[in-house]
């Protein structure tokens, strides 16, 4: 069964903290995607990074950075010196491969507050 | 990125009225969109794929005759609330896959909230 889990309902940070959010995925497939997305209040979900299941390097994009352990089935989700503007509910989701095309299951997400 | 539209971004109505959700994408071609509705303070329930030129496929519980998909066009999908009632009231979200397999993401429209009165 495809399961994305993400343990932390909310997060609350001052300004400039590091904050990290997990995200941990159940799949028996050996080749799947993984992706992270942002939905600030106003509601659209704003696509963060797409991750290949071969591919385990971690990436760096400015102040967000990813890390991927395929060991641990995690991907989770960095953000350095955080700032208010980052305040959004941020969703890990997992894309499989089922009966001829990609599903994506969503994880129940995780609010980070960040206050000035 | 890519950009999907909806619209209305915002729909009132009455219970028992049908209200239809557009769903496009400006600018680039999707032979596959996806609805999705999701309540407040939860995540994204996928509802139905939307392939161009034929029948959705929905996901188990969802009333097909409840919610009509359309998707007559390579750019168009649309999401029809038939007789709708203050439970369908939600927020309903369109994505569009763009890639295939390897490279394939999804990337959301604003999203359209429904107040069923």
Redesign the interface.
């Known amino acids: 069964a495809q399961k994305v889990t993400q343990a932390q309902t909310e997060i609350s940070v001052v300004e400039k903290e590091d904050v990290t959010l997990d995200c941990v995925y159940e799949t028996r497939d050996t080749t799947y995607y993984l992706f992270w997305y942002k939905q600030p209040p106003s509601g659209e979900l704003v696509f963060l990074i797409r991750r290949n299941s071969f591919d385990e390097q971690n990436e760096i994009s400015g102040r967000y950075s990813w890390n991927f352990q395929k060991s641990t089935s995690s991907f989770n989700f960095t953000i350095t010196a955080s700032q208010v503007v980052d305040s959004a509910v941020y969703f890990c989701a997992l894309c499989s491969h089922i009966n001829n095309f990609n599903k994506f299951y969503f994880g129940s997400g995780t609010k980070l507050n960040v206050k000035p | 990125?890519a950009v999907v539209s909806q619209h209305p971004s915002w729909v009132i109505c009455k219970s028992g009225t049908s209200v239809k959700i557009e769903c496009r994408s400006l600018d680039f071609q999707a032979t596959?969109m996806?609805w999705y509705r999701q309540f407040p303070?939860?995540?994204?329930m996928?509802m139905a794929?939307s392939n161009e030129g034929s029948k959705a496929t929905y996901e188990q519980g969802v009333e097909k005759d409840k919610f009509l998909i359309n998707h007559a066009s390579l750019t168009l999908s649309t999401l029809t609330v038939t007789s709708a009632h203050p439970e369908d009231s939600s927020?309903y979200?369109c994505?569009a896959?763009i890639g295939t397999?390897?490279q394939?993401?999804?990337?959301?429209?604003?999203?359209t909230?429904l107040l069923v009165l």
């Not at chain 2, 394939?104 to 999203?111: K, M, R, S």
Request: aromatic share 16%.
């Open positions: 990125g596959t996806f303070k939860q995540s994204l996928l794929t927020f979200i994505s896959r397999s390897e394939e993401t999804q990337y959301f429209g604003p999203g909230r």
